[in-house]
């Protein structure tokens, strides 16, 4: 929960920054500011975005917050049902394996990695492309092929919510003008009065301009970014089945495969060569 964490300090800073010297911290209310800058950017984003998108915001938003999932634990399971996977298909020939793959959710072999096999969209990509395999429809060139198609789609697709975040971000501080400039109109008409009602009105009109610039830089930037980290630990999973799955298709040995494999997987999780003999010798126990 960093997200959550970043916003609390983030805003006690602010607001510690402000009240400290004596701030009000009365003056920061002003809800038709908040208006103009939330509902404005709200619509905008419902103007420029397809129905796709809009929908696929929440989720992506959620998983900002949760972090993607993916973890050393998850590679290290993922790394022992392809070991177990491949060394069935060495001993036994890929009939071995046309059960796991037709119903991976009753599989023993997949449920003895319970991290890795239940992550739905992981396991799609892994059992459609080794289906694909074992019927004899794709050597290990077209399945390289087939699996950098629906990688980079993948990714692009799941981008598209952070790209939509970020313009938010970017639209932020305009907003903010427009809420200051409105502020200040207000303000023209009543330049004869006392200098308290002039500075009080002056007052709110900052706090538009404030407002834009603190929402984009220090929530909606930052959140679009992490949304941009989740994708990207989405994909380099994918990109870890793929190394593995051409290699064994091409006829390199389990361990040899398994290798290829590993040294996809980003060095922040990667387990070392001796963690990956063990997952071999586990792999291989019935």
Excluded: W
Aim: aromatic share 6%.
């Amino acid at each position: 929960m960093t997200v959550i964490l970043g916003v609390l300090g983030v805003i006690l800073s602010v607001l510690i920054g402000f009240i400290g010297p004596g701030g009000p911290v009365e003056v920061l209310f002003q809800p038709y500011e908040y208006l103009v800058i939330t509902g404005g950017i709200g619509f905008t984003v419902l103007i420029s975005q397809p129905i796709a998108v809009l929908k696929a915001l929440p989720a992506a938003f959620m998983s900002s917050i949760k972090g993607s999932g993916v973890s050393a634990a998850v590679y290290k399971d993922l790394l022992g049902l392809m070991a177990t996977i491949f060394d069935t298909m060495r001993r036994e020939g890929v009939l071995g394996i046309e059960g796991d793959i037709s119903n991976p959710h009753q599989s023993a072999r997949f449920n003895k990695y319970p991290k890795a096999s239940h992550n739905h969209h992981l396991m799609e990509t892994f059992t459609s492309a080794l289906r694909l395999y074992v019927d004899g429809v794709v050597n290990a060139f077209e399945l390289d092929k087939l699996l950098d198609s629906e990688i980079e789609v993948h990714h692009e697709e799941g981008l598209l919510p952070s790209t939509a975040v970020k313009t938010m971000a970017d639209s932020f501080p305009a907003m903010g003008i427009v809420a200051a400039v409105l502020g200040i109109i207000i303000t023209m008409q009543y330049l004869d009065g006392p200098p308290t009602e002039i500075g009080h009105h002056v007052a709110a009109a900052l706090v538009g301009t404030m407002l834009g610039i603190f929402l984009s830089y220090g929530f909606v930037g930052p959140i679009a970014t992490k949304m941009e980290h989740v994708v990207r630990e989405n994909t380099d999973i994918l990109k870890c089945v793929r190394a593995g799955l051409v290699s064994c298709a091409g006829g390199a040995p389990p361990a040899v495969a398994l290798e290829f494999a590993r040294k996809q997987i980003p060095s922040c999780f990667r387990p070392t060569s001796e963690e990956l003999e063990e997952i071999l010798k586990e792999a291989k126990k019935k």
